[in-house]
């Protein structure tokens, strides 16, 4: 990296979710343990004890700085419940929309902070999922970058989908048609969420999809957690025909935030210690909503398969279903997933198809089982199965992308991904892609040179601005 003076104040505003946070958390990590850049980190008050104590070791284990700020969160949003300051604790994801408005009330505190440091300040990071940053970097001069939890793929399939009006040219949900770019990609609406599944996606949650994308358009650049070889020629189309330049630093997961010396081993690590065949780890993310039929359906399906299991749920979930079995272990607390997928005796995942999930599953080289729920999970179990090839896909009943699961389809698909031919064939692709996601981010890999660039990129904006005291 050349050397243009000191390292660069970075200011980092995760969108409120967890699956959203973790990833910017581990790039602080990485930042501070690089010895790259100093870190102020934007919040509100709910959200702050979980982004402390994730960084608690970091700060002891760093000597660069780091400050949390909590900016107080609006009150009396009307269907915002009081206290509700992350997209977990709302009580259905319909208000997702009042949410995201809700959190452009935050731009006047956030801007009094900006008046208090921007002078030292080199760049934000803010997630995709807060447009409204832009405007809040462009009048102090700072740039901004763009982060969005998703593949390139994804984004790159939506883009070409959405601007080509391939989605809403078909009569059927189900009628599959090709890209434009990407020809070999045969996509439908139902291949993904809301709007974008709906004849005329127009509305709230269209506008706002739009103002994002017209945000990160218009910044500095993109993040994107994933490494190049996963995805070239995805990550390629960002930048050859893209207005904001893409940089490739992932997979973020890779980038362990310590431990408290303190912290115990809990019961289901202990539990996955004493088995001695291999476990399907069995997870959906924390913002899923499933019916309590097709959890029944989960729980027959699991048992049936006759593997053991460790499935992670919610407690409301499990309050009137009981899973009577042996070889499987319910766990209805905060768990640490990438712990649990790189244990040895873990040998698949059942997932929605997060893009973290996904990366968690790649990273640990063990292969997944594609149920896609929600959002853009039903092109990351797209890329899972037809693209990278590291996993099998979840029958529905009626063919649908996300349709009822009934528990003989997830028995068969469990046993073809732990014991049949197909299952050991994308196990070995995860292998090899895990070896791979290690190989970019070590010292001289693809993703650890694309964060060494992108901070000379900040240091060069910073003189060009007429700075170089940070």
């Given at each position: 990296m050349a050397p243009l003076s000191s390292n660069p104040h970075i200011v980092m505003f995760p969108f409120m979710s967890k699956g959203h946070t973790i990833p910017l958390l581990h790039l602080t990590h990485l930042l501070l343990h690089r010895g790259l850049a100093t870190?102020?980190?934007?919040?509100?008050?709910?959200?702050?004890?979980?982004?402390?104590?994730?960084?608690?070791?970091?700060?002891?284990?760093?000597?660069?700085?780091?400050?949390?700020?909590?900016?107080?969160?609006?009150?009396?949003?009307?269907?915002?419940?009081t206290g509700a300051e992350s997209t977990d604790k709302l009580p259905s994801m319909s208000l997702f929309i009042p949410f995201v408005r809700a959190l452009e009330l935050l731009q006047p505190s956030f801007e009094k902070e900006l008046e208090r440091i921007h002078a030292r300040v080199s760049c934000i990071i803010s997630d995709g999922f807060l447009p409204w940053t832009l405007a809040s970097a462009s009048k102090f001069g700072i740039p901004r970058l763009s982060f969005y939890g998703m593949s390139h793929y994804a984004m790159a399939v939506s883009r070409d989908a959405g601007?080509?009006?391939?989605?809403?040219?078909?009569?059927?949900?189900?009628?599959?048609?090709?890209?434009?770019?990407?020809?070999?990609?045969?996509?439908?609406?139902?291949?993904?969420?809301?709007?974008?599944?709906?004849?005329?996606?127009?509305?709230?949650?269209?506008?706002?999809?739009?103002?994002?994308?017209?945000?990160?358009?218009?910044?500095?650049?993109?993040?994107?957690?994933?490494?190049?070889?996963?995805?070239?020629?995805?990550?390629?189309?960002?930048?050859?025909?893209?207005?904001?330049?893409?940089?490739?630093?992932?997979?973020?997961?890779?980038?362990?935030?310590?431990?408290?010396?303190?912290?115990?081993?809990?019961?289901?690590?202990?539990?996955l210690d004493r088995r001695h065949g291999p476990v399907l780890y069995v997870a959906f993310g924390s913002q899923v909503q499933i019916p309590s039929a097709q959890l029944q359906e989960i729980a027959l399906g699991l048992v049936s398969a006759e593997v053991s299991f460790l499935w992670v749920a919610k407690k409301s979930e499990m309050n009137e279903l009981d899973v009577e079995t042996e070889r499987g272990l319910v766990v209805t607390e905060w768990v640490d997933q990438e712990e649990i997928l790189e244990h040895p005796s873990v040998g698949g995942f059942l997932s929605h198809c997060g893009w973290n999930s996904v990366l968690d599953g790649i990273c640990a080289g063990v292969p997944i089982l594609a149920w896609p729920m929600m959002a853009?999970?039903?092109?990351?179990?797209?890329?899972?199965?037809?693209?990278?090839?590291?996993?099998?896909?979840?029958?529905?009943?009626?063919?649908?992308?996300?349709?009822?699961?009934?528990?003989?389809?997830?028995?068969?698909?469990v046993?073809?991904?732990?014991?049949?031919?197909?299952?050991?064939?994308?196990?070995?692709?995860?292998?090899?892609?895990a070896a791979a996601a290690i190989k970019a981010t070590s010292e001289g890999g693809s993703s650890w040179n694309a964060l060494n660039s992108l901070i000379d990129e900040i240091q060069r904006q910073k003189q060009i601005n007429g700075s170089t005291s940070f």
């Open positions: 870190v102020t980190i934007f919040t509100t008050p709910s959200n702050l004890p979980f982004i402390s104590e994730s960084l608690t070791a970091t700060t002891t284990t760093t000597t660069t700085d780091l400050s949390i700020v909590a900016l107080p969160f609006p009150q009396n949003i009307p269907g915002i419940p601007m080509n009006g391939l989605l809403w040219a078909h009569e059927s949900d189900n009628g599959a048609v090709p890209l434009v770019r990407f020809p070999w990609i045969q996509i439908t609406r139902k291949d993904f969420d809301a709007p974008f599944d709906q004849r005329d996606p127009s509305g709230p949650h269209m506008d706002f999809i739009i103002q994002c994308s017209t945000a990160t358009q218009n910044s500095f650049g993109l993040l994107a957690n994933t490494f190049y070889e996963l995805e070239p020629i995805y990550a390629d189309y960002f930048n050859n025909d893209c207005k904001a330049r893409a940089w490739s630093i992932g997979p973020l997961c890779l980038t362990k935030l310590p431990k408290r010396f303190d912290e115990k081993k809990k019961p289901w690590m202990e539990w853009e999970q039903g092109l990351n179990a797209k890329m899972v199965v037809e693209e990278i090839k590291v996993g099998l896909r979840v029958e529905t009943v009626d063919g649908k992308a996300k349709g009822f699961v009934s528990a003989e389809s997830l028995r068969r698909g046993r073809e991904l732990m014991e049949g031919g197909k299952g050991g064939e994308v196990r070995e692709k995860a292998k090899e892609i």
